[in-house]
């Protein structure tokens, strides 16, 4: 597989699932600006990707959308919605995060076994799903009070000093 660099035209709306995944020598993707919907998979082992730029569209990014790339995306846009399972599982790469207030649902370990040193929860966000932050290193993380559910091992194992609820523990 030789397709290293990715364009794609602004008239696509949504990425099916698996669309490039495993494409073992890609590295750069450019995303349409309309892009809504990453599929499941859609990039998932492609681990030398590391330059993308998610477009200001998306609502949701699928179920191990992201698993397994290089990419460092720092801060995800505002029109997001809901983070699939996995979606950045396993991006060591990843040191930092912020997750917009867009954010409703970030599914089970989306962020697992990602470099995360500094994370931001959305003050929207509701549902953290099971290890959705195994390995996180960040030393204080702050659970906003819109969040009405934690499941099993979100947080753990912990490697964070500090966690600050700021509403009722759910």
């Known amino acids: 597989d030789n397709l290293t660099n990715i364009e ?3 008239g696509i709306t949504e990425l099916n699932e698996g669309v490039f995944g495993e494409c073992d020598e890609l590295k750069s993707v ?3 600006e309309n892009l809504q919907k990453i599929g499941g998979s859609a990039f998932v082992n ?3 990707l590391s330059d ?3 477009p200001d569209t998306i609502t949701e ?4 959308a992201f698993e397994t790339t290089a990419i460092t995306i720092k801060t995800l846009p505002n029109s997001l919605k809901k983070i699939g399972e996995r979606a950045f599982g396993k991006c060591y790469q990843m040191t930092e995060m912020v997750i917009p207030d867009s954010v409703a649902t970030i599914g089970e370990y989306a962020f697992a076994y990602a470099s ?3 994370l931001t929860i959305g003050k929207g966000v509701e549902v953290i799903g099971s290890c959705a932050f195994m390995m996180v290193r960040d030393p204080e993380i702050i659970v906003p009070a819109s969040v009405r559910r934690i499941e099993w091992c979100a947080f753990g194992p912990f490697y964070t000093e500090k966690m600050i609820f ?3 523990p759910p």
């Open 116 to 118: 995360i040193k500094e």
């Open 8 to 10: 794609l035209p602004n």
């Open 30 to 32: 450019k995303l349409p």
């Open 46 to 48: 492609c681990q030398k």
């Open 52 to 54: 993308i730029q998610l």
């Open 61 to 64: 990014i699928g179920d191990r």
């Open 166 to 168: 700021e509403g009722e």
